[in-house]
């Protein structure tokens, strides 16, 4: 099956930076889109950024936060700089696989990274 597994989260001090990493394993065919979505307490899922046919960002993160993908290594990043308190979330990453298994896209998520900005 398909597993993805992020990392790269922690507590940052407000104006920091961290960089999440996603790794997708399995029976991988390929990967259409990738992205990064985010959990905040009491609010719902949210999307962060996406790379697919092109790459698109929630207006509360435009020039702070940068995705990236290396299909090589079946890999997604988000460089995420100029934190804010408000960034506060468990970011999740999600994939659109299509596994040797089934020979159509599915989506797949990762358990999530517990990103805290504070002071």
């Known amino acids: 099956q398909v597993q993805l597994v992020e990392s790269g989260g922690g507590l940052v001090q407000p104006g920091g930076s961290l960089r999440l990493s996603c790794a997708a394993s399995?029976?991988?065919?390929?990967?259409?889109?990738m992205g990064w979505y985010r959990q905040a307490p009491g609010k719902e899922r949210e999307l962060v950024a996406v790379?697919?046919?092109?790459?698109n960002y929630a207006d509360s993160v435009k020039g702070r936060f940068t995705i990236s993908r290396d299909n090589a290594k079946n890999m997604v990043y988000l460089q995420m700089n100029s934190l804010k308190p408000e960034d506060t979330a468990v970011y999740y990453c999600?994939?659109?696989?299509?596994?040797?298994?089934?020979?159509?896209?599915?989506?797949?998520w990762g358990k999530g990274t517990l990103v805290t900005v504070s002071s």
């Open positions: 999600k994939m659109n696989v299509i596994a040797i298994t089934t020979m159509i896209s599915e989506a797949y």
């Open positions: 399995g029976n991988i065919v390929s990967i259409n889109a």
């Open positions: 790379t697919g046919v092109g790459i």
